[in-house]
């Protein structure tokens, strides 16, 4: 799906839905991954659901500027990530470096190659969200990115702007980073619902 | 000899309806080992990106988002009349 959309939708009718469009149809595929990530990254199903809107309204005011040369999937994750970013933009986020958390994660013993073990799914996506929100903005987005199969490490790679190599390197520690803070989590659920010790 | 306990008398009825209980009991126990079995078997994720996928698929997305959406899209695009109906003054 590369030609621009622009060339093929001539116009949607009024009162023509959103579902009978070639438009919709790009919605209908892509809109889990965006709706996704907006909520994992930005942590408030509203603020999502509105990120989710803004981005669509966005590509398809834009369609005619989609040349085909990336997939839809990569176009409307960048446009996605800006919009994320721009709503998380604080001062603290713009002017402190990210490098300063990797300290906390090197003394964390190393369980970025074990298993996660979860035992409860009632309660999972508040501890994954608790997770998330515990890490740099940098590692929440590359684990979010590098979680879609859709996309190559070079493609993380150019979303993020950096190198694919980069991209594996802060991938080692982003999981490390992450599977030590879910574990924490599992302290914050019910005994009688508690997992096993993570092997 | 069809009078199992002194002093009850064990009618087809009664026989079915214990019967019936007795499944029902049974069955229901069945479901409270199984939902424990369940709730002892963890689930493993190799990776944090495994969790992440299962946790993707498992989180819907608000239908809400595309009607507003299509309210949104609406407007932008309304087409031109055609020539005709101009001219036809519809």
């Known amino acids: ?44 199903p509203d603020k999502a659901e509105d990120a989710t809107h803004d981005v669509f ?9 989609f040349r085909g040369d990336s997939s839809w999937r990569t176009w409307l994750y960048r446009i996605a990530i800006n919009h994320c970013r721009n709503l998380q933009q604080t001062w603290h986020e713009r ?11 090197e003394n964390t013993a190393a369980r970025g190659d074990s298993p996660l073990r979860v035992l409860e799914t009632k309660e999972l996506g508040q501890r994954i969200q608790k997770s998330l929100d515990g890490l740099p903005a940098e590692y929440r987005l590359l684990l979010l990115l590098v979680a879609d199969e859709h996309l190559s490490y070079e493609q993380v790679a150019t979303l993020t702007d ?21 574990e924490k989590t599992s302290g914050d659920v019910p005994a009688h619902t508690r997992s096993g010790s993570v092997s | ?25 049974e069955s229901e126990q069945e479901s409270a080992v199984l939902r424990e079995i369940s709730k002892e078997t963890p689930m493993e994720f190799a990776t944090p990106e495994e969790l992440l996928r299962h946790d993707a698929l498992h989180t819907p997305v608000p239908p809400a988002i595309a009607h507003r959406l299509g309210e949104s899209v609406g407007p932008i695009a309304a087409p031109r009349r055609p020539w005709w109906r101009r001219w036809l003054g519809h």
């Not at chain 1, 060339?7 to 949607?12: C, L, P």
């Not at chain 1, 190198?163 to 520690?173: I, P, Y």
């Open chain 1, 57 to 65: 309204l966005k590509a398809f005011r834009k369609r005619d500027q």
């Open chain 2, 1 to 25: 000899m069809s009078r199992l306990i002194p002093g009850l008398e064990a009618s087809p009825n009664t026989i079915m309806k214990s019967q019936h209980k007795l499944n029902s009991q």
């Open chain 1, 162 to 182: 950096q190198t694919a190599d980069a991209v594996r390197g802060k991938l080692h520690r982003a999981r490390k980073a992450f599977a030590a803070l879910f």
């Open chain 1, 1 to 44: 799906m590369s030609e621009p959309l622009a060339e093929r939708e001539q116009s949607t009718e009024p009162g023509m839905t959103l579902a009978s469009t070639e438009f919709g149809d790009i919605y209908q595929e892509h809109s889990r991954a965006i709706y996704y990530l907006a909520l994992r990254f930005l942590g408030d």
């Open chain 1, 95 to 105: 002017h402190m470096l990210s490098n300063a958390d990797d300290a906390v994660w």
